[in-house]
């Protein structure tokens, strides 16, 4: 026991075992019903398992920021199998904590493809793409995570990950053709839950920001220019709290929308962040964005969404009250180029 505990930062052994236990739960958990095929059991197994993959994606976070275990071995150890769960180890570990890190760094959203200009340039796929965003399935992310499968193919920069991304496309592509094979309603399950899964991040990280979109991934050298600027970065950045009066409904994205207080102490782990929030804001947060106005928002610039790049450009407080924040697409952080 005592040297389980000693893998954890501070106080982090009872919250992280079971925020692990609830990923493990409702990931393996999710697939077994699943896999009953049964007219009850697809739906729950449909939303235990995409839960357990949004947990999974925000302890990866927490992880690329070194927040849970003492050593950064071991919070890479555990971001990796994280990857594997959200279904996103297509890409490695160390790129997605590279952009991630540029984020905090640069105060800006770095990113090496896009996908609006690939999108422009083909109008009928533009055509697909705003079609089935109108009928809420997120074909901007699905093609973000596909190019994790093709970026080794397209930029010289990740030529070494081929073996490694065919290696875990065969295995993925397999299991899940055999699943299809076998209990056609669970892979078919399984794929709303990834859908869900992605909407949830994407929700998540539409209105928390409003930096400016560089393409400058791929070139370190390059100095956006509030790179280390703290007070733009707190300006410009906005916590979503799911709830105010019953903070434990922000578990459902493990404190992810305590974002202010997170870029505050980027290394802070989750379990700390709300009461980090409470002291530096007393209740009364600048930057906090109402719930409704972005879920609001979120449905009515569905398909508007698909080609914006509102950053750096509206006030995000005042067009999420008014429901007219459109947001951003394809900041993930799952998604590294």
């Known amino acids: 026991m005592q040297i389980y505990k000693s893998i954890w930062r501070d106080e982090g ?36 398992v995409a839960h357990g993959m949004v ?26 199998w994280m990857n594997v769960i959200t279904g996103s180890n297509y890409g490695t570990y160390e790129d997605m ?12 959203e770095p990113v090496a493809f896009d996908y609006r200009a690939w999108l422009l340039q083909r109008p009928r796929l533009h055509k697909a793409v705003r079609a089935l965003e109108w009928c809420y399935i997120p074909a901007v992310e699905l093609l973000m995570h596909g190019m994790l499968i093709a970026a080794p193919f397209i930029y010289e920069s990740k ?76 300006t410009n950045t906005y916590s979503n709290l799911l709830s105010e009066r019953w903070p434990w409904v922000n578990l459902l994205a493990l404190n992810f929308s305590y974002h202010n207080a997170h870029h505050t102490k980027p290394n802070m782990a989750w379990y700390r962040l709300p009461a980090f929030h409470q002291q530096i804001y007393s209740g009364n947060c600048p930057q906090q964005l109402g719930v409704w106005g972005q879920l609001k928002s979120f449905h009515q610039h569905r398909v508007e969404r698909v080609l914006a790049e509102e950053y750096g450009t509206v006030d995000v407080r005042e067009s999420v009250r008014d429901g007219q924040a459109v947001g951003v697409n394809a900041l993930s952080f799952l998604t590294a180029f």
């Open 159 to 234: 030529r070494a990950q081929r073996g490694r991304v065919i290696r875990v496309t065969l295995v993925r592509f397999s299991l899940f053709a055999l699943v299809l094979w076998f209990a056609p309603w669970a892979a078919l399950g399984y794929a709303l839950a990834y859908c869900l899964f992605l909407t949830f991040l994407r929700f998540m990280d539409s209105f928390q920001h409003n930096y400016e979109i560089f393409y400058t991934l791929d070139t370190p050298d390059q100095k956006p220019p509030y790179k280390g600027n703290r007070e733009y970065e707190e």
């Open 55 to 80: 947990i999974a994606a925000y302890l990866l976070h927490d992880c690329g920021h070194n927040a849970l275990c003492r050593k950064v071995e071991h919070n890479t150890w555990l971001g990796r």
């Open 13 to 48: 052994m009872v919250p992280n075992t079971l925020a692990i236990g609830y990923v493990l739960l409702t990931y393996v958990g999710g697939w077994a019903l699943l896999l009953l095929q049964a007219w009850w059991s697809v739906p729950l197994g449909i939303l235990a």
């Open 97 to 108: 904590r590279y952009k991630h890190m540029r984020h905090h760094v640069d105060n800006c």
